[in-house]
Nanobody, 120 residues
Framework: QVQLVESGGGLVQPGGSLRLSCAASGSIFSINAMGWYRQAPGNQRDMVAGITTGGSTNYAVSAKGRFTISRDNAKNTVYLQMNSLKPEDTAVYYC??????????????WGKGTQVTVSS
């Protein structure tokens, strides 16, 4: 079994910053791509940022220039640095990872989410 645990969410004022972390643990042979998604009430879950094992990144248009995704492969952890936050960034943020539990056998795992609220 694999667990993804997010942390770092909270309440921040517009223009502020937050850093989210997501640590993977359990039966892990290797981790492929990792990413962050978000879901606001009444909306679908959308990709925010993704990162490959080698460090290649991609971002949603709304996140480019403000958010930075990074990972520490030794710690099985992915981060999301969010700057210049806006009220429309308010959502539950979910971590996602493609995990090989044994060689050649990989699955998609999700964390339970962390709330980010941007409000004055």
């Amino acid at each position: 079994q694999v667990q993804l645990v997010e942390s770092g969410g909270g309440l921040v004022q517009p223009g502020g910053s937050l850093r989210l972390s997501c640590a993977a643990s359990g039966s892990i042979f290797s981790i492929n791509a990792m990413g962050w998604y978000r879901q606001a009430p009444g909306n679908q879950r959308d990709m925010v940022a993704g990162i490959t094992t080698g460090g290649s990144t991609n971002y949603a248009v709304s996140a480019k220039g403000r958010f930075t995704i990074s990972r520490d492969n030794a710690k099985n952890t992915v981060y999301l640095q969010m700057n210049s936050l806006k009220p429309e960034d308010t959502a539950v943020y979910y971590c996602n990872a493609g995990v090989e539990v044994v060689v050649g056998d990989d699955y998609d795992f999700w964390g339970k989410g962390t709330q980010v609220t941007v409000s004055s």
